[in-house]
């Protein structure tokens, strides 16, 4: 357990079994908020930073990149027991929306992906996936009272849903009126498809973003790059996506990367259009971000314009997404694979 785990009332529960005066506590949430180390906290004692220096966070930032071409900004984070994992600032016209991991490698095995190269390692805890938050928060000149990101995208490395426990109790430690206060329409989860997730991500009345990453328009394709697909099928998954808007009334977000010579014809857009038919969604329209370990290879910007032209033109709300930090690594645990390899 660290402190961030914590909600402010039992962090405030934790000083008193500590013999400490409620006050204490709400420094040391403050503290935690902030996102200051432990030695940067000044308005406590010595003698009480020795008592709580074991739960305390010890996570950190230790590399960021920032890009020449854009101004994204790619960091790499520690957590205390020294795995790391990556993150991604991107500033929009309406603030800064910060793209986060949940598990420290992922087992999914998409092919597609460089997070999952080593498979999966551990599961943040909810505290350690708020802990990027506050750390880039805090580096942002941000705090407590002064938040600078506006916007959450569980897309790092990891599979949120497969870290289910820390990733509910993350999203009520975020939401927190008493801690950063994000809005959670204003956060995105996305999932390749762990479909009892998504209803129960429905049913435990959470109001976030769902978002999907489909990646073809059937379960021959799909199971060419997803292991996911041999368990859950796409008719499945919708299933799941439509209960989860009559839920939430939400649309569903499809994110369809484009893979030379595998998903990215006509007849699959056209294929796409109809299985999508009649849902409330959007289809991001992502050319490849390509993995040096991976041989697969990514489509043009105009190839990519004309896939997503087709789904317009047979009904769907689609878009090509805005490459970003392609000069920094910008795909899913490229840089995380970078720092290990000692090449930044």
């Known amino acids: 357990m660290i402190l961030s785990d914590l909600t402010l009332q039992e962090i ?127 580096d942002l000149g941000g705090g407590l009272n002064d938040r600078k990101i506006t916007n959450l995208v569980l897309m ?16 009520k430690l975020i939401s927190s009126e008493d801690g950063l206060n994000i809005s959670q329409r204003n956060i995105s989860i996305s999932t390749c498809g762990l479909v009892p997730n998504i209803y129960k991500l429905a049913d435990d009345g959470f109001n976030i973003t769902l978002t999907i990453s489909l990646h073809a328009p059937n379960d021959e394709i799909r199971k060419q790059t997803m292991p996911i697909a041999n368990r859950y099928s796409i008719d499945q998954i919708m299933e799941a996506c439509k209960y989860y808007f009559n839920k939430t009334g939400r649309r569903v977000i499809f994110e369809y990367t484009l893979i030379k010579g595998v998903n990215d014809s006509k007849e699959n857009a056209q294929e796409l259009a109809k299985r999508l038919k009649g849902l409330s969604c959007h289809v991001n329209v992502i050319p490849l971000n390509e993995v040096k370990e991976r041989s697969l290879k990514t489509v043009t910007r105009n190839e990519a314009y004309a896939f997503c032209e087709t789904l317009s033109k047979l009904g769907l709300s689609a878009t090509v997404r805005r490459t970003m930090g392609e000069d920094i690594s910008g795909a899913c645990g490229q840089l995380r694979n970078s720092y290990l390899e000692g090449k930044i």
């Not at 996570?59 to 205390?80: H, N, Q, R």
């Not at 790092?156 to 109790?169: F, H, I, M, T």
């Open 12 to 138: 405030v529960d934790y000083a008193k079994d500590k013999g400490l005066p409620k006050f204490r506590g709400k420094q040391i949430f403050d503290g935690i908020y902030n996102g200051k180390s432990l030695n940067e906290v000044s308005n406590l004692p010595k003698n009480l930073l020795e008592i709580i220096e074991k739960e305390y966070p010890k996570y950190k930032i230790v590399k960021k990149l920032v890009s020449k071409e854009d101004g994204t900004k790619k960091y790499i984070f520690a957590m205390g027991d020294g795995q790391v994992v990556e993150g991604v600032l991107m500033e929009y016209k309406y603030g800064h929306t910060l793209c986060i991991s949940t598990q420290v490698g992922c087992r999914m095995g998409c092919k597609f992906c460089a997070s999952g190269l080593n498979g999966l390692i551990r599961n943040l805890s909810a505290g350690e996936i708020l802990g990027q938050v506050l750390l880039v928060n805090n």
């Open 156 to 171: 790092g490395s990891g599979e949120p849903l497969d870290n289910y426990e820390n990733l509910s109790k993350f999203l």
